[in-house]
């Protein structure tokens, strides 16, 4: 699922509007969490909120998607809470919410669809608001966008997708005559409650916190390098796709190969950078949820806390530790752990990393038919945000910065070096290596430079060799072709001396037919002649099924010249059996 923010984007032009549910009164007084208090005691302001958009096929009827909506909120405590000011810090009521109407809100002359939607957010989704969420929906002719928005002190990115998947399954009920209610979830104001009762926070926990913070000048962590001007400036946000599934998977096998998470391997390579550019450790804030029970994967709150990540050595294991030691100091509640400061100590030019490996949440939506994305709002600050998010495309990054010349170049750089390292782990990881008789090879994917070597791989074969053509523009285009298309991957497989010996494309192919099975196709399959009879072809065989099983395959294919009974008989000794009877023609 993409990160972006409100500015970048993209909506149709349409109608857009929202939904306001009728406030009937307030009840009875609810605990308030540490980063609740924190952010509320802060103040009505635009931009505290966090939301998500996505698409529907088709139109959908405003009565199926209110009463989806009365239904979510109704299985939700917190979607039916609000804060007041009071004389020692915010309170925190329930509401009695009674169904609304829907409102249009008119998009002015000049003015974008995301900025409508922003003032929008702005005004319904603040600390103070009773409700402080808002659904909207942007109405065509041909399909509906919903957008769901809530100030921060009631959800995090994780509560969501759970605010999405019930409104789906509401909405699904609802459009079918069905009766949306659901099962009340746990309730937010209850994980307040338990975790404040965990006040024996252990010695050595405190004594770790301090240690950090006053490394850090007494404070929370922060960017390491200038960011310059004082105070609150207007933000830059910088969204990066990282690695796509192909490199994310081989980061990952790297990962597995160092004995250490995802997450640890990519805050190695953060230690790493972060010491040559500044010359110091990598501390940051470091979120981490306190969902530990699963009685609260279902619930909507912000349950996420802050901790503080020092990683000194950027050796894999050592990251390992540094993770391991930053998630234990975010498992006690903060207000006892920082009680000797007064709070949280923040200073300007904070720096957090927040990680979320969406692919192992209990949660799921299918992000991408609904080309779902997680909206930031615009701000003003003094600090670095940095998020990634892991998901079955790839790796995403958002950051936040101060717009200043110095930020730019101090954030712009340091950035630039955590995705050049990323993605050259990536691509120098074990899985895109083939160790074959004393020899490495390396699995690249094909650059247009190459089209020429593999030209004469595929000219090379004494079958199939005279149906080539020896115009290499011909192949160029066709590159072109195969290279737009995520689905394809055409493999360059390169000796110890960076020759191109082998070639390969693999498609993935999706369909109805055999109950839905997702297809992996081979083409083009070629070893260079010096490297025949080594194993070579086996290896690159084994890792083109593995490159299949991570896109969904569950059936690998490959057509056969009736002509080449070596071949069939090397697709043979690898599980593969005649089938179907493959028929073509001209066109």
């Known amino acids: 699922m993409r990160l972006t923010n409100i500015a970048h984007l993209r909506l149709p032009f349409g109608r857009l509007v929202g939904y306001d549910v009728s406030l009937r009164g307030r009840g009875s007084e609810l605990p308030v969490s540490f980063d609740q208090r924190r952010h509320v005691a802060a103040g009505a302001r635009d931009g505290s909120w966090m939301a998500l958009s996505f698409r529907l096929g088709g139109s959908v009827s405003r009565e199926a998607l209110e009463a989806a909506w009365l239904a979510v909120i109704a299985r939700h405590g917190t979607m039916r809470a609000a804060f007041d000011p009071g004389e020692h810090g915010p309170i925190q009521r329930a509401l009695d919410l009674a169904p609304g109407r829907w409102t249009e809100h008119p998009i002015g002359p000049g003015q974008s669809t995301t900025d409508a939607l922003r003032d929008v957010l702005d005004r319904a989704c603040t600390p103070y608001a009773a409700p402080s969420h808002r659904l909207c929906a942007l109405e065509t002719d041909e399909e509906t966008t919903i957008v769901i928005g809530a100030d921060h002190a009631h959800v995090d990115m994780w509560s969501m997708l759970v605010l999405a998947r019930d409104l789906l399954r509401a909405l699904a009920a609802a459009e079918a005559g069905e009766d949306p209610r ?83 391997l990519a805050v190695s390579v953060m230690t790493a950078v972060t010491r040559e550019v500044a010359d110091q450790p990598l501390r940051a804030v470091f979120p981490v949820h306190s969902r530990w029970d699963g009685a609260w994967h279902d619930a909507v709150g912000w349950f996420i806390t802050n901790s503080v990540l020092e990683s000194a050595d950027a050796d894999p294991r050592a990251s390992a530790a540094a993770v391991r030691e930053a998630v234990r100091l975010g498992s006690w509640p903060l207000a006892e752990v920082l009680r000797p400061w007064g709070g949280m100590p923040e200073l300007p030019g904070m720096f957090a990393i927040s990680w979320l490996d969406l692919r192992r949440l209990p949660v799921r939506i299918d992000a991408k038919g609904l080309d779902a994305q997680y909206v930031g709002a615009t701000i003003r600050t003094d600090g670095v945000m940095l998020w990634f998010i892991l998901d079955e495309s790839g790796l995403h990054l958002r950051c936040r910065y101060p717009d200043t010349r110095e930020a730019r170049r101090h954030v712009g750089r340091w950035l630039d070096a955590v995705v050049r390292k990323l993605r050259g782990t990536a691509r120098g990881s074990v899985s895109t290596t083939l160790r074959v008789d004393g020899s490495v090879f ?52 390169r000796d110890e001396a960076d020759r191109v010996v082998g070639t390969m494309q693999l498609s993935v192919l999706p369909a109805l037919a055999r109950g839905g099975v997702t297809r992996l196709q081979l083409e083009g399959f070629r070893v260079a002649e010096a490297e025949r009879s080594r194993g070579l072809g086996a290896a690159m065989l084994d890792w083109a099924h593995e490159h299949g099983r991570r896109h969904g395959a569950e059936l690998a294919q490959v057509a056969v010249d009736a002509r080449h009974e070596r071949s069939r008989a090397f697709y043979e000794r690898h599980g593969y059996a005649a089938g179907q009877t493959g028929l073509n023609r001209s066109l």
Do not use: K, N
């Not at 913070?213 to 390491?224: D, I, V």
């Not at 080539?468 to 195969?482: C, F, M, N, Q």
């Open 442 to 493: 390396r699995v690249e994917r094909a650059t247009r430079g190459d089209v020429g070597d593999i030209m004469a791989l595929l000219s090379g074969d004494e079958i199939a060799g005279p149906a080539e053509s020896d115009e290499i523009e011909r192949y160029e285009r066709a590159y072109d072709l195969v290279s737009r298309e995520s689905s394809h991957f055409l493999a360059a497989v």
């Open 182 to 264: 659901m099962p009340v979830a746990p309730d937010f104001s209850d994980h307040t409650r338990e975790l404040g009762e965990r006040v024996d926070v252990p010695d050595d926990v405190r004594a770790r916190w301090s240690e950090v913070l006053e490394a850090a000048g007494g404070a929370m962590p922060r960017f390491p390098l200038s960011l310059g001007g004082d105070g609150p400036h207007p933000e830059r946000v910088e969204v990066r796709d990282v690695l796509d599934l192909d490199d994310s998977a081989a980061f990952a096998a790297q990962a597995r190969e160092e004995g250490v998470s995802t997450l640890s």
